[in-house]
């Protein structure tokens, strides 16, 4: 290894050093809330294709019933919280 090498090793264990608590913070924040994302995800994709299917109305129908199964899921976890 040349002195580059060596310098450029030094830099980025002393930026892994640094970066790494905020990483495995960041890490359990989105698999905390990724199951969340990936609802509203689906919210959006079954609105955008009532959209095209159905138009307006069929969307905000869809949107509707979305927010209405979105609101069970949280009433039950946040149920199940409480039973802990």
Known sequence: MDERTSGWRAVLAALWVRARP???????LVGTY???LLMVAA???????????GGRPAALL?????????????????KAGDRR
């Open 22 to 28: 905020v990483l495995v913070a960041l890490g359990g």
């Open 34 to 36: 990724l199951d969340d």
């Open 43 to 53: 919210g959006v994709c079954f609105v955008r294709g009532a959209g095209y299917l």
């Open 62 to 78: 869809t949107a509707g019933v979305c927010l209405l199964a979105y609101a069970v899921v949280i009433a039950r976890a946040r």
